[in-house]
């Protein structure tokens, strides 16, 4: 891991608000020349602290209606049946996040659909009958009361 200092915090940061910022904005937003900027967004990137730029797309907007959480607990566990699972998890679109958990279940997946049929059709037909899977129990979100992908970096602990 590299060593990130406040001129790249404030670079972070203000890529966190912006990733569309030019190198200019971003280095003055940072309190730098722009080839300093550019160099240090460069050695960012090839650290893979900034792992890429993104669109921020409206799910609603586009007929994702529906936003599931759903518990997997595996029928065993083995890592044969564990990478089954995974695999399953990697090649459906419809999961967003897949979490390795500790509790009742052994993961837990969000899942963006656009209505109730969908969510019925993935439960059933994807998560259900799959060999590495013994239980599927999926709730529905009513009401998002916050979602970011911002870390907390002007925050320690």
Do not use: W
């Amino acid at each position: 891991m590299i060593s990130v200092d406040s001129f790249d915090l404030k670079i972070l940061a203000a890529l966190q608000d912006d990733g569309r910022l030019t190198n200019q904005e971003l280095a003055d937003a940072a309190g730098l020349s722009a080839s300093q900027c550019s160099r240090r967004r460069s050695r960012l990137e090839d650290a893979r602290i900034i792992q890429g730029y993104h669109a921020d797309l409206s799910g609603e907007a586009l007929g994702f209606n529906v936003i599931a959480l759903v518990q997997i607990t595996l029928a065993t566990h083995s890592p044969n049946n564990a990478k089954r699972f995974r695999d399953l998890v990697r090649r459906t679109d419809a999961i967003q996040e897949a979490y390795a958990i500790t509790g009742d279940a052994d993961y837990l997946l969000k899942i963006a659909l656009r209505d109730l049929k969908s969510l019925s059709d993935i439960v059933n037909n994807v998560l259900m009958p799959h060999d590495s899977v013994a239980h599927v129990r999926s709730s529905i979100v009513l009401d998002c009361l916050k979602t970011t992908r911002k870390l907390p970096l002007g925050h320690r602990g």
